[in-house]
Protein backbone atom coordinates (compact mmCIF):
# COMPACT_ATOMS: atom_id res chain seq x y z
CA UNK A 1 0.00 0.00 0.00
CA UNK A 2 1.32 3.34 -0.64
CA UNK A 3 1.75 6.35 1.50
CA UNK A 4 -0.55 8.28 -0.16
CA UNK A 5 -3.32 5.48 -0.28
CA UNK A 6 -2.72 4.80 3.07
CA UNK A 7 -3.08 8.55 4.58
CA UNK A 8 -6.29 8.49 2.39
CA UNK A 9 -7.82 5.01 3.61
CA UNK A 10 -6.94 6.13 7.14
CA UNK A 11 -9.15 9.31 6.96
CA UNK A 12 -12.03 7.71 5.87
CA UNK A 13 -11.58 5.48 8.29
CA UNK A 14 -11.07 8.29 11.40
CA UNK A 15 -13.92 10.02 9.82
CA UNK A 16 -16.20 7.19 9.29
CA UNK A 17 -19.69 6.83 11.04
CA UNK A 18 -18.45 3.72 12.15
CA UNK A 19 -15.61 4.91 13.88
CA UNK A 20 -17.86 7.04 15.82
CA UNK A 21 -19.84 4.35 16.70
CA UNK A 22 -16.91 2.42 18.03
CA UNK A 23 -15.87 4.94 20.35
CA UNK A 24 -19.22 4.82 21.57
CA UNK A 25 -18.82 1.57 22.41
CA UNK A 26 -15.42 2.01 24.36
CA UNK A 27 -16.69 4.82 26.19
CA UNK A 28 -20.06 2.92 27.54
CA UNK A 29 -17.56 0.34 28.44
CA UNK A 30 -15.35 2.88 30.17
CA UNK A 31 -18.26 4.42 32.07
CA UNK A 32 -20.03 1.09 33.55
CA UNK A 33 -16.38 -0.61 34.18
CA UNK A 34 -15.99 2.46 36.68
CA UNK A 35 -19.37 1.86 38.12
CA UNK A 36 -18.68 -1.37 38.88
CA UNK A 37 -15.23 -0.57 40.18
CA UNK A 38 -17.64 1.74 42.14
CA UNK A 39 -20.08 -0.50 43.46
CA UNK A 40 -17.37 -2.99 43.88
CA UNK A 41 -15.68 -0.61 46.54
CA UNK A 42 -19.04 -0.03 48.47
CA UNK A 43 -19.70 -3.56 48.64
CA UNK A 44 -16.42 -5.28 49.55
CA UNK A 45 -13.90 -2.10 50.57
CA UNK A 46 -15.90 0.16 53.29
CA UNK A 47 -13.73 -1.86 56.03
CA UNK A 48 -10.95 0.65 54.73
CA UNK A 49 -10.03 3.56 57.10
CA UNK A 50 -10.26 6.45 54.35
CA UNK A 51 -9.91 9.00 57.19
CA UNK A 52 -6.42 10.16 56.34
CA UNK A 53 -7.07 10.43 52.68
CA UNK A 54 -7.73 13.49 51.12
CA UNK A 55 -11.29 14.08 49.77
CA UNK A 56 -9.78 13.40 45.83
CA UNK A 57 -8.57 10.22 46.67
CA UNK A 58 -11.98 8.74 47.56
CA UNK A 59 -14.07 6.95 45.50
CA UNK A 60 -16.94 9.67 45.78
CA UNK A 61 -14.47 12.45 43.91
CA UNK A 62 -14.99 9.54 40.70
CA UNK A 63 -18.28 9.56 41.25
CA UNK A 64 -19.43 13.14 41.77
CA UNK A 65 -16.38 14.49 39.12
CA UNK A 66 -15.36 11.88 36.68
CA UNK A 67 -18.82 9.85 36.43
CA UNK A 68 -20.99 13.14 35.22
CA UNK A 69 -18.16 14.14 33.25
CA UNK A 70 -17.67 10.65 31.05
CA UNK A 71 -21.55 10.40 30.76
CA UNK A 72 -21.29 14.42 29.18
CA UNK A 73 -19.09 12.94 26.98
CA UNK A 74 -20.98 10.30 26.21
CA UNK A 75 -24.06 12.42 25.37
CA UNK A 76 -21.90 14.63 23.28
CA UNK A 77 -19.94 11.52 21.11
CA UNK A 78 -23.84 10.12 20.38
CA UNK A 79 -24.95 13.97 19.62
CA UNK A 80 -21.75 14.18 17.21
CA UNK A 81 -22.62 10.97 15.16
CA UNK A 82 -25.93 11.95 14.72
CA UNK A 83 -24.82 15.15 13.34
CA UNK A 84 -21.81 13.73 11.67
CA UNK A 85 -24.30 11.18 9.91
CA UNK A 86 -25.81 14.72 8.59
CA UNK A 87 -22.76 15.81 7.37
CA UNK A 88 -21.88 17.97 10.38
CA UNK A 89 -18.68 17.06 12.24
CA UNK A 90 -18.44 19.95 14.65
CA UNK A 91 -20.17 18.30 17.00
CA UNK A 92 -18.22 14.90 17.59
CA UNK A 93 -15.04 17.08 16.64
CA UNK A 94 -16.34 19.16 19.92
CA UNK A 95 -16.93 16.24 22.14
CA UNK A 96 -13.03 14.32 21.10
CA UNK A 97 -11.76 17.40 21.93
CA UNK A 98 -13.25 17.69 24.99
CA UNK A 99 -11.51 14.04 25.55
CA UNK A 100 -8.31 15.31 24.88
CA UNK A 101 -8.33 17.66 27.75
CA UNK A 102 -10.08 15.06 29.84
CA UNK A 103 -6.84 13.25 31.50
CA UNK A 104 -5.10 16.39 32.41
CA UNK A 105 -9.08 17.42 34.43
CA UNK A 106 -8.41 13.47 35.96
CA UNK A 107 -5.41 14.48 36.97
CA UNK A 108 -6.56 15.93 40.56
CA UNK A 109 -8.57 12.98 41.23
CA UNK A 110 -6.54 10.76 43.29
CA UNK A 111 -5.89 6.90 43.04
CA UNK A 112 -6.01 5.71 45.84
CA UNK A 113 -9.37 3.73 46.30
CA UNK A 114 -8.32 2.01 43.16
CA UNK A 115 -5.47 0.17 45.33
CA UNK A 116 -8.59 -1.96 46.82
CA UNK A 117 -10.37 -3.17 43.48
CA UNK A 118 -9.34 -6.25 41.72
CA UNK A 119 -7.32 -6.00 38.77
CA UNK A 120 -9.80 -7.42 36.27
CA UNK A 121 -12.71 -4.88 37.88
CA UNK A 122 -10.27 -1.86 37.38
CA UNK A 123 -9.25 -3.33 33.85
CA UNK A 124 -12.81 -2.87 32.99
CA UNK A 125 -12.41 0.57 33.18
CA UNK A 126 -9.10 1.37 32.33
CA UNK A 127 -8.38 -0.73 28.85
CA UNK A 128 -11.73 0.66 27.72
CA UNK A 129 -11.54 4.06 28.14
CA UNK A 130 -7.55 4.18 26.33
CA UNK A 131 -9.38 2.93 23.81
CA UNK A 132 -11.90 5.32 23.43
CA UNK A 133 -9.06 7.97 24.16
CA UNK A 134 -7.04 7.08 21.36
CA UNK A 135 -10.30 6.85 18.82
CA UNK A 136 -11.23 10.27 20.10
CA UNK A 137 -7.75 11.96 19.28
CA UNK A 138 -7.57 10.06 15.98
CA UNK A 139 -11.21 11.22 15.12
CA UNK A 140 -10.44 14.89 16.46
CA UNK A 141 -7.27 15.31 14.60
CA UNK A 142 -9.04 13.88 11.41
CA UNK A 143 -12.17 15.86 11.13
CA UNK A 144 -10.25 19.06 12.61
CA UNK A 145 -7.90 18.90 10.15
CA UNK A 146 -4.98 18.87 12.99
CA UNK A 147 -2.48 16.22 11.51
CA UNK A 148 0.48 17.20 10.19
CA UNK A 149 2.04 15.65 7.13
CA UNK A 150 3.04 11.87 8.11
CA UNK A 151 1.59 12.00 11.29
CA UNK A 152 -1.74 10.03 10.35
CA UNK A 153 0.12 6.81 9.21
CA UNK A 154 2.26 7.24 12.61
CA UNK A 155 1.27 4.21 14.51
CA UNK A 156 2.94 5.65 17.98
CA UNK A 157 0.36 8.30 17.32
CA UNK A 158 -2.69 6.85 16.35
CA UNK A 159 -2.05 3.54 17.60
CA UNK A 160 -1.37 0.11 15.44
CA UNK A 161 -3.01 -0.08 11.98
CA UNK A 162 -4.37 -3.10 10.07
CA UNK A 163 -3.68 -2.27 6.74
CA UNK A 164 -5.91 -5.53 6.09
CA UNK A 165 -8.72 -3.55 7.87
CA UNK A 166 -7.93 -0.13 5.81
CA UNK A 167 -9.28 -2.35 2.81
CA UNK A 168 -12.47 -1.61 3.67
CA UNK A 169 -12.29 1.95 2.81
CA UNK A 170 -11.47 1.73 -0.82
CA UNK A 171 -14.05 3.19 -3.00
CA UNK A 172 -15.71 1.28 -5.88
CA UNK A 173 -12.61 1.82 -9.17
CA UNK A 174 -9.92 2.53 -6.23
CA UNK A 175 -6.65 -0.05 -5.90
CA UNK A 176 -3.98 -0.31 -3.68
Not at 40 to 50: E, L, P, R, S, T
Not at 60 to 81: M, T, Y
Request: aromatic share 10%.
Amino acid sequence: MTPEMKKKLLTRKFSSIEYMQELEHYMEQAIQGLIDALDYFDQHCQHIDMSTWQPAEKPEAWRDRALPNFKGILFSIREGIDNAKIGKTSTIRAATGSMQGLSKDMDVLGERWWRCIPQPVAYAHGVPLGRAEQIASNIWHTVGEYFEDGEIADEEITGSIDEQDLLRYLQPGEQV
